[in-house]
Structures are given as structure tokens and as C-alpha cells.
């Protein structure tokens, strides 16, 4: 009998890092027909929709999931330190991972003979490099984000060594490997922003992506060329492997569902519709999603939206489906808008996608939909919500000129707080005259002085009767 060379796969346990890791695993099988994977499933209390996912899945040969939970008593313990809670809960599970894989060995599997060949690590799954060490097996990275977020991940584990930086209120522009712009503090990823435990802990793990034999990326080269190359010169990394695109299909999902959605579609003139959708946790408060729907009615365009409950106030949970979305909406809105939007819960994202009809995407720029759009030619309206994505949103915009921005620096809140918009505007109208134009000014001033936060328009009108007013706007 043939001997197999076998993979473990380990991703962290959110539903984007699970479904990323079975699509790559899902090409590396279709190029070899003498591998096979494991991938190993560790149950996070919230779930995330992780095990309907994995349970719609069609079982593939030379594919396998393996659950190597622990007991759940083990992990309550660890939710009491949010920064830590997602290493130690990865690192809970490495005698799990050793005990498969000692079993493993010893007895032959569904798959028949097998040769372990090696690990493949989630980015946040650093600790299991250690278990790879112990059966003296390789290990590579697979990151499940831009090359331009590894890029400036290890320029910021570089800075930390030279000095305690801090960003968090700082409007400085910042010169930053794999970007060819002057890149905002503003919009920088929380680890990014200054030196915390949470941030150690993310750079602890940066740092140790030297130890295996390569790093494994979710993006192309034609997309990133610079942060790709930034990466090469800077011999900071060990080898970089781009893997074209890999994202989740819609192959698995209910048919039903797909087919109202792509009727309705069908029946819309192409490039008309705005497709409104936030990731697997992307969802606002009832205050936001009535500017949302104003703001569609108003527009007078196609529309398709994606529109999910918030999990309850300080809970960790995946967003929920509407029992009546009518409580959340203007009243009148779905009767007024019938003939040219559709609300839908879950929506299958590639499907819609890749339909003729939609013309721009509203997106939160996670960046499994980022590749998504990217390679169904859908231009993107950046909406960030949290983790990186603002620094997609940048790169979108001003390195790539494949998005325009909506608010760059939106940040969404998940300890059951409200939003937070990190700019607030005030635009102050004074009447034409020197007397009245010149304490408006100094009042801005002094909002200003008091409000990191805020930016202040002075809309000056001017009568043409006074020379010594030619401006029409003055930014404070």
C-alpha cells in the first residue's frame, strides 16, 4: 500500500480563519493526489457558526476533521482575561493536538499508511510551532490576512525592540513597510496603536513566525506587488508563498435561500445594486441601521441588504437573522423601497458576488471579502468595522485605488458598548463678516484644544462686497 504524506491543519476557531484553512486545504488536495489532511477543530464557547458550518460541508476523501476540544470546565477559567483568553485557549489544546498526533502514528487512520509531513498554523495558533518541534516535523503560517498587515506587523515587532511607541492619539502620518503612502495613526490595527499586554502578546507571536519554513498568504502578487516585494527585501520573514485566492463557495449552502436571492437578482439591470454586507460579525445598533436605510431610500438605487441583529449587550456572539426587521427600519421602508431593495439575513456572498447585477459593494473589508470582491471585479465602498480591517480599507483606497472610502476610521465596539467614531465633525456657519468670521474661528480653536477627536469645518459665504473675505471654507 501506498504510503501518504499527511498535513495537520490548525486554524484558530472563528468561523473566517475555519473556513479559510478547509478552502487552501481543499486546493493543496486537488494538486496531490498522495497528501491528505487532518484539520484539527477546537470548539470555542461562542461557536461563531463554526460546527453548522463544517456539518454542511461534503465529505471529501483524503479530508478529515478532528476534534481535539477540551473539557469546556478548563476553558471558563481563561474568559476572565480577555487579552490572553485566545492564546491560552490555543495553548490549553496542545496536549490534544500531541496526544492525535502520537495516536496517529501508532495506528494506521481512515486514510491508510500515513507519513506525517508537517503543520500548517493559523497566524494566532503560534504555540502549536511547539508540538510540530516535538515529533520534528515542519511547520508553515497561514495568514489569513493582507501581505501589507504581515508587513507592518513585523515592522511594529521591530519598533516595540527599540522603543515603547504610542499611536492611540497621535494624527501622525507614519512611513511603514509595504506601504507606499504616508499611512494615518488614525487608522492603524488596535496592536498597532501602542504597547499593551494584548499587543505583546500579538508581537510575542509575530516574533515567532521565524521559527517554521515559511508563510503561507491568502493573496497574489498582481494584487500586492509592493508588500510582497517590502517583504522579500527586508529579509525579515522567513520564504513568502502568495496562493493566488482562496475563499469560501457557496456550494454548501441552502439552496432555497440562494435561489430568492438570485431571482430577485435576475430580474435587476447590470451594475445596478448595492450589495450591503458585514462579515459573519458585522451587525449595528437599531440607531444605525435607520441612518443605513434613510440614506438607501434617499439614494433611489438597487439595493441588497445583508441585515443582521446584534448579539446581546456584552456577549461575544455571532450576529442573528431578524425575527421582524420592520422594528429596526424607518416606518414605511420596506412598503416605500419594495420595487428596488431586498432585505435578507445571511446572504451567500460569493454568489451574489459574482452576479451581473451588482455594482459596488458596501463592505465591512474583512479580508476573505475583500478577496472576494476583488476577484468577482466588484468595486468596494470601505465601511471598517474592527481588527485590521481599517488598515484594508486604507490599502483599498489609497495604495490600490480599488475601494472608496465611506469612513475609514469607524470602530466597532464588541464589550456591548455602543460604536465609537473615533472623528466626529462640526461645521459652523457664521454670518459674512470679519465681526462674526473671526470668534467663529477662535471658537473652533477651542473645541479643537479640547477635542482630539474632532474636526471643524467654518463655512464662510461670501456676499462679494468684501475683498478682504475670499474664501469660502476654512478647515480647523
Not at 254 to 272: A, F, G, R, T, Y
Not at 412 to 441: T, Y
Request: a negative charge; charged letters at 20%.
Amino acid at each position: 500500500m501506498e504510503t501518504k504524506a499527511e498535513l495537520v491543519f490548525i486554524p484558530s476557531p472563528g468561523l473566517g480563519h475555519v473556513a479559510s484553512a478547509v478552502e487552501f486545504a481543499k486546493l493543496l488536495l486537488a494538486t496531490n493526489e498522495r497528501l491528505c489532511i487532518s484539520l484539527l477543530v477546537m470548539k470555542h464557547p461562542a461557536d461563531f457558526g463554526v460546527q453548522s458550518y463544517l456539518q454542511s460541508l461534503p465529505s471529501l476523501s483524503r479530508f478529515r476533521f478532528v476534534d481535539v476540544s477540551i473539557d469546556p470546565k478548563l476553558v471558563v477559567p481563561l474568559l476572565s482575561n480577555k487579552d490572553r483568553f485566545l492564546y491560552d485557549f490555543i495553548d490549553g489544546h496542545k496536549h490534544k493536538v500531541s496526544e492525535f498526533v502520537t495516536s496517529n502514528n501508532s495506528t494506521p487512520s481512515q486514510f491508510g499508511s500515513t507519513q506525517l509531513a508537517g503543520f500548517v498554523l493559523d497566524m494566532f495558533c503560534i504555540s502549536m510551532i511547539d508540538v510540530a518541534n516535538e515529533f520534528c516535523v515542519p511547520s508553515y503560517i497561514f495568514f489569513t490576512s493582507a501581505a501589507a498587515f504581515l508587513a507592518l506587523s513585523f515592522h511594529f515587532e521591530a519598533l516595540r525592540n527599540n522603543f515603547k511607541f504610542d499611536y492611540s492619539e497621535s494624527d501622525e502620518e507614519l512611513s511603514i513597510l509595504g506601504f507606499k503612502n504616508p499611512y494615518p495613526a488614525k487608522v492603524l490595527p488596535r496592536p498597532a496603536k501602542a504597547i499593551t499586554p494584548s499587543s505583546t502578546l500579538y508581537y510575542d507571536g509575530i516574533r515567532r513566525f521565524r521559527e517554521t519554513k515559511g508563510i503561507v498568504i491568502n493573496t497574489f502578487a498582481e494584487l500586492e506587488p509592493f508588500a510582497l516585494q517590502s517583504l522579500s527585501d527586508a529579509k525579515m520573514a522567513p520564504p513568502i508563498y502568495p496562493i493566488h485566492a482562496v475563499f469560501n463557495s457557496d456550494d454548501n449552502e441552502e439552496k432555497q435561500e440562494i435561489e430568492s436571492i438570485v431571482e430577485w437578482l435576475d430580474n435587476q439591470p447590470n451594475s445596478s445594486v448595492v450589495f450591503l454586507c458585514f462579515g459573519t460579525m458585522g451587525s449595528f445598533e437599531p440607531e444605525q441601521v435607520k441612518e443605513i436605510a434613510i440614506a438607501l431610500e434617499h439614494s433611489g438605487h438597487r439595493f441588497l441588504w445583508s441585515l443582521r441583529r446584534p448579539p446581546p449587550k456584552g456577549k461575544i456572539e455571532m450576529p442573528s437573522n431578524y425575527d421582524n426587521s420592520e422594528e429596526v427600519l424607518p416606518e414605511g421602508f420596506l412598503e416605500r423601497t419594495k420595487g428596488i431593495g431586498k432585505l435578507v439575513g445571511w446572504a451567500p456572498q460569493v454568489t451574489v458576488l459574482s452576479h451581473p447585477a451588482v455594482g459596488v459593494f458596501v463592505s465591512h473589508c474583512g479580508w476573505n471579502s475583500t478577496m472576494e470582491s476583488v476577484c468577482c471585479g466588484v468595486p468596494i465602498a470601505a465601511w471598517p468595522l474592527y481588527a485590521e480591517q481599517q488598515m484594508n480599507a486604507f490599502l483599498l483606497v489609497k495604495e490600490l485605488g480599488l475601494a472608496v472610502e465611506i469612513r475609514m476610521d469607524y470602530v466597532k465596539d464588541f464589550e456591548g458598548k455602543n460604536p465609537v467614531d473615533i472623528n466626529a465633525e462640526l461645521v459652523i456657519i457664521p454670518s459674512p463678516g470679519v465681526g462674526h468670521l473671526v470668534p467663529a474661528v477662535e471658537m473652533a480653536k477651542l473645541l479643537i484644544a479640547r477635542e482630539k477627536h474632532l474636526s471643524i469645518t467654518v463655512l464662510v459665504m461670501n456676499m462679494n462686497l468684501n475683498p478682504y473675505i475670499p474664501i469660502t471654507s476654512l478647515k480647523c
